[in-house]
């Protein structure tokens, strides 16, 4: 395991783009001291016409739709500084104005399960996230996720929203994440996020070969028949989608697979997953977007039992950089590949050396 903290530009190649900040972004200024949050941000055309529940969802998706209806009922989210119902409708250029007590959540428990700490100080801590693990509870699953330990590391996140989460990794996707430790910097990595300034670097082994790096965008939304996946949305069908890029480059050429390091510019559901699907690379070992095994013609025994057997998708999120919500400097963090992952990745080399008869 290594951490390093570094600006982000020491790796040219995967540079973090010049990116403007989204309309809908809110105005955010909490008070650390009593829990009271402050947000602001005004409904875009891409919203105008939904339920107040829907847009608040949508500009404030640090809180629960439960929550947010709740503070729509109190009147401690408005619109245009006037109360509003859950359910109705909202147009653009109107302004929700959120100033809200957060109080603790009560039925997150914690639990004392060891967490892979790569970087701690008073407002955050990077953690090195294990495969087969889920981030936070939901129903049916209200214990040991990542929140349930987090929670006992540090009491003090069950007075933030969503114990401190401010991004998620898919449970068998391992790697690095950022966890905020008080309202000041929640608020700020939330923000830096909806800006699409926090840099999320991961290694991928995908099968195919490709001649050189690329960019895939395309719009991604809830899969039409299968409510479990997402999808690439059709051109005629974007209402539902969102705006997904995701940057990719060579790392290492195998045979028939090609490990990649991967840039999100965006980030949705399974977002990587659902690119290298969509463009005919799928990671190995993902049983939701390459569900028929196919075995290679030619490969070993031993590498075909391998790929067959790789028990989650070959995907690991190895550096994470963002502004630091204090310091405001760039801070890099970077941790080694989980063991499978190389295993994996020693087994195709070790392929490729293989010596090659004529039948």
Same mark, same amino acid.
């Given at each position: ?213 690329? @960019? #895939?965008?395309?719009?991604? !939304? =809830?899969?039409?028949?299968? %409510?479990?996946? &997402? /999808?690439?949305? +059709? ?25 990649? @390091? #991967?840039?999100?510019?965006? !980030? =949705?559901?399974?977002?990587? %997953?659902?690119? &290298? /699907?969509?463009? +005919? ?79």
């Amino acid at each position: 395991m290594s951490n390093t903290t570094a600006n982000s530009d020491q790796n040219p190649q995967l540079k973090t783009s010049e990116l403007t900040e989204d309309n809908s972004t809110p105005i955010e200024s909490d008070d650390p001291s009593d829990n009271i949050i402050h947000r602001s941000a005004t409904i875009t055309e891409e919203l105008s016409g939904k339920r107040c529940d829907q847009i608040a969802a949508k500009l404030f998706p640090e809180f629960s739709r439960g929550k947010l209806q709740s503070w729509i009922i109190s009147g401690e989210l408005t619109a245009d500084n006037q109360q509003c119902k859950p359910r109705q409708k909202l147009f653009i250029g109107a302004q929700l104005n959120l100033t809200a007590e957060f109080t603790p959540v009560s039925d997150w428990a914690p639990e004392s399960r060891p967490i892979n700490i790569v970087y701690e100080d008073e407002h955050l801590l990077v953690v090195n996230k294990p495969i087969n693990c889920v981030v936070h509870p939901a129903p049916g699953l209200l214990s040991g996720t990542l929140v349930n330990s987090v929670l006992a590391h540090c009491p003090g996140n069950s007075a933030l929203p969503r114990g401190g989460i401010v991004h998620r990794l898919d449970k068998d996707t391992s790697g690095l994440m950022v966890v905020a430790k008080s309202l000041e910097a929640h608020s700020s990595l939330v923000r830096q996020l909806q800006q699409r300034t926090v840099s999320r670097v991961y290694r991928a082994v995908v099968k195919g070969n490709f001649i050189s790096g690329g @960019t #895939v965008d395309a719009p991604i !939304g =809830r899969h039409p028949s299968a %409510r479990t996946k &997402m /999808a690439v949305a +059709k051109i005629s069908d974007t209402s539902a989608s969102k705006a997904a890029v995701t940057h990719y480059r060579i790392c290492e050429r195998f045979a028939h697979h090609t490990d990649l @390091t #991967v840039k999100l510019e965006t !980030g =949705r559901t399974h977002q990587i %997953r659902v690119h &290298m /699907a969509h463009i +005919k690379h799928p990671l190995v070992g993902d049983k939701t977007y390459n569900t028929r095994y196919q075995q290679i013609s030619g490969v070993s025994t031993e590498l075909d039992g391998i790929l067959r057997q790789f028990p989650r998708q070959a995907l690991h999120a190895f550096q994470l950089s963002f502004e630091h919500p204090a310091t405001q400097e760039m801070v890099e963090f970077q941790c080694d590949l989980p063991d499978d992952y190389s295993q994996l990745v020693n087994a195709l080399r070790a392929e490729d050396k293989r010596p090659k008869y004529e039948e």
